[in-house]
T-cell receptor, first 112, second 115 residues
Framework: GQQLNQSPQSMFIQEGEDVSMNCTSSSIFNTWLWYKQDPGEGPVLLIALYKAGELTSNGRLTAQFGITRKDSFLNISASIPSDVGIYFCAGAFLSNTGKLIFGQGTTLQVKP | EAQVTQNPRYLITVTGKKLTVTCSQNMNHEYMSWYRQDPGLGLRQIYYSMNVEVTDKGDVPEGYKVSRKEKRNFPLILESPSPNQTSLYFC??????????????FGPGTRLTVL
C-alpha cells in the first residue's frame, strides 16, 4: 500500500533546541495531519492542515502544508522533556472515506 | 470525559482461537476505524465505518471482520487468528463528513500476541 516517507527516523536532542521533521509522498494529498504518540498510548492529533501552503501553529508546534501538496513539515521550538514520543505525519486524499496514510514515525528523545 | 476505549488492552492467544476486541466511543461520532501498528510501517487501516451498518475495507482487511450495529461500538473480530496478526491495534473515531472525518481520536491500543 501507499506510504509516506517520514524523516528523520529518530532524533536525540538537548532540551531547548528546535526540532524539524518532514514527510514526503509521491502522491498529492488534500489533507495533512500530525499526531504524537506517547509510550503505551494512542496517537493524539496535534495539527491538521487543509490548504496547500497553509502554515498552522499550536503552541510551540508549527506545521506547514507543502505548496506541491506532496509534503509537510513539523517544527517544535524550544523542546522540553515532555516532547518525547513518536511523531507521525498522515495524509488523506479527497475521497472522504476517512482513510489516513501514515508515515513511519519520528522518535524524539530530549535530554534535560 | 470524551474518549475511545478498547478492551482488552493486552491479549495473548493461540492460533485459530476466535477473539473479539471491543471499541467504544462516547462522543457520538459517526466515523470509526481500526488500525494496526507494526514497527517500521506506521499505522495501517484495517476497516472503517462511516455510520451505523456501513462498513468498508481499509488497506489490510484480510483475516478481520467488523460490525457496526450501534453508533458507539465498533468491535474487531479475528475469526481464526494467525501469528502474522500479532500487532498493536488502535480504534479511532471522528465526527464524520460533517465535522472533520480526518481529525480522528484514537483509543489507547490493544497489544495482541498470537502464538
Amino acid at each position: 500500500g501507499q506510504q509516506l516517507n517520514q524523516s528523520p527516523q529518530s532524533m536525540f536532542i538537548q532540551e531547548g533546541e528546535d526540532v524539524s521533521m518532514n514527510c514526503t509522498s509521491s502522491s498529492i494529498f488534500n489533507t495533512w495531519l500530525w499526531y504524537k504518540q506517547d509510550p503505551g498510548e494512542g496517537p493524539v492529533l496535534l495539527i491538521a492542515l487543509y490548504k496547500a501552503g497553509e502554515l498552522t501553529s499550536n503552541g510551540r508546534l508549527t506545521a506547514q502544508f507543502g505548496i506541491t501538496r506532496k509534503d509537510s513539515f513539523l517544527n517544535i521550538s524550544a523542546s522540553i522533556p515532555s516532547d518525547v514520543g513518536i511523531y507521525f505525519c498522515a495524509g488523506a486524499f479527497l475521497s472522504n472515506t476517512g482513510k489516513l496514510i501514515f508515515g513511519q514515525g519520528t522518535t524524539l528523545q530530549v535530554k534535560p | 470525559e470524551a474518549q475511545v476505549t478498547q478492551n482488552p488492552r493486552y491479549l495473548i492467544t493461540v492460533t485459530g482461537k476466535k477473539l473479539t476486541v471491543t471499541c467504544s466511543q462516547n462522543m457520538n461520532h459517526e466515523y470509526m476505524s481500526w488500525y494496526r501498528q507494526d514497527p517500521g510501517l506506521g499505522l495501517r487501516q484495517i476497516y472503517y465505518s462511516m455510520n451505523v451498518e456501513v462498513t468498508d475495507k481499509g488497506d489490510v482487511p484480510e483475516g478481520y471482520k467488523v460490525s457496526r450495529k450501534e453508533k458507539r461500538n465498533f468491535p474487531l473480530i479475528l475469526e481464526s487468528p494467525s501469528p502474522n496478526q500479532t500487532s498493536l491495534y488502535f480504534c479511532a473515531s471522528s465526527a464524520g463528513l460533517a465535522g472533520g472525518v480526518y481529525e480522528q481520536f484514537f483509543g489507547p491500543g490493544t497489544r495482541l500476541t498470537v502464538l
